[in-house]
């Protein structure tokens, strides 16, 4: 069975900052990595994907993420954090080639908190 | 194209009493799932349906919880008779049989007083 630990339940880091949001996986076949990103009260949205290829994934905001098979991990990193930014963050996976079954495993989740 | 839609979109009952959720998916996708997000946690798969079948129920409270998708389209979720625990945001979210892509819709907050 898949799943994901985010190492963190908080980051609180200062605008312009960079930060990191660690991400670590489990499975024993192939995985297609997300984060997500809930700002309050709000729906979960799709931050960035790895599905296969470059290992490295950007987002239209200037997040980013790179898939280590190694380290089983999925980091999101960003090098300058904006107040617009504060937000839950979730790492997701699923399955590649699972039949059926491709349910989204979330992990606990991340709120980064930036500070002025 | 548009995008998951859920109602309501909010939520009060009292405990003992039954709720019933909604959720129609983007059209043509084959899969559907209720997910349920306890404030502070991540969220936990309820079910997954493939078109109108039961892939995955293993973590539904099968005892007060019971979901049907009709026609392997719009999809309710209904609790009978709710608890405390069960305030939450529930979250339905379809994808393509690929399983590359999944959309959210916004929710239902539920508050069980």
């Known amino acids: 069975a898949q799943s994901v630990t985010q190492l963190d339940s908080q980051v609180p880091v200062f605008e312009e900052a960079p930060v990191e949001l660690r991400c670590n996986y489990s499975?024993?076949?192939?995985?297609?990595l997300f984060w997500y990103v809930q700002y309050p009260n709000q729906g979960l949205q799709l931050l960035l994907k790895?599905?296969?290829?470059?290992?490295l994934v950007e987002s239209i905001n200037g997040f980013e993420a790179e898939f280590n098979k190694s380290q089983t991990s999925f980091h999101l990193r960003k090098p300058s954090v904006h107040i617009s930014d504060t937000a839950e963050y979730f790492c997701a996976v699923s399955e590649r080639g699972g039949g059926s079954n491709y349910k989204l495993t979330f992990g606990k989740g991340t709120l980064l908190t930036v500070n002025p | 194209e548009a995008g998951v839609a859920q109602s309501p979109r909010y939520k009060i009952i009292e405990k003992r009493q039954s709720v019933a959720f909604w959720c129609n998916p983007i059209s043509g996708h084959a899969t559907l799932y209720w997910y349920q997000q306890i404030l502070g946690q991540g969220p936990k798969l309820l079910i997954q349906f493939q078109n109108n079948g039961v892939v995955d129920d293993s973590q539904l409270p099968k005892d007060r919880f019971s979901a049907e998708r009709l026609k392997g389209v719009d999809s309710t979720l209904k609790i009978q008779p709710a608890k405390l625990e069960d305030s939450a945001v529930y979250l339905c979210?379809?994808?393509?049989?690929?399983?590359?892509?999944?959309?959210f819709g916004s929710g239902t907050r539920l508050t069980v007083v």
């Open positions: 499975s024993s076949v192939s995985v297609y």
């Open positions: 979210a379809s994808s393509l049989a690929s399983g590359v892509g999944y959309t």
């Open positions: 790895y599905l296969s290829g470059s290992t």
